[in-house]
């Protein structure tokens, strides 16, 4: 498993090797899509969470990060970018109980919100083509807690409560990609990014609930994920050019 050190040592080398030229003097705005792939690689993919009888697991599915950016040129191959954006994490929930025919599924999403803070480089590859990394942080904040309720019989459920750590946490982000850039319509850039939480998001409740008692297991869930993105950034000239 690739561990966070060596993608920084990456984006390191990338920046110091880098004899790219970026965008010096441009302010560029752009709209982002990042599908989060549930994967095995790297991020949350599945965890266990079982009590005496209880046996559930949370694994992760396809989520949602919609986003808009603004790119402000500062060196020749160094942009700053940030931006607002929501992100909706997807789990699938399975819950059992031994010994019984008790097996149920369901789902549950989380909803935040974010603002990167990122600087990037870019590596000139040909004359339109460009290779981009980058290197931030977030600020994530989410706005409600969670919960599903799934019946079983009379008086017996399964159920899952999601409570966030706290309302406002902070993540490290990390881009690798590449951008096509045209004259006239815009900049066409498609990479991959990593997110990770400083710290685990939510804390999971899962549980078997009857008449009489009940089976809870509690484990942290870090939140961390991989994505594909799609960007596209509109034409906009230099300050430079702009005032000619």
Known sequence: MIKVKNILQLILILCLTSSAFGQKGVTTFGIQYKPIIPNTFIGSFEQDFNQNQLTSTVKQKV???FSFVVRQGLTK??????????TQRNFNLDFAVEDSNYFKQGEVGFIGYEIPVKALVFIRLGESL???????ASFNYFPSDVKVDIPITVGEY???????RQKIQGALLADIGFEFRTRKSGYFYLGSSYNLPFTPIVTFAMAYEYQGG??????????????IDFRYYFHEKPRSEQRN
């Open 158 to 164: 399964f159920s899952q409560e999601g409570a966030y």
């Open 77 to 86: 191959n160094i942009s700053f970018e940030t931006g607002l954006g929501f």
């Open 63 to 65: 989520g949602h990060a």
């Open 214 to 227: 009940d089976q809870v297991a509690i484990e942290n869930i870090r939140g961390s994920y991989l994505t």
């Open 130 to 136: 460009f290779m981009n990394t980058a290197l931030g």
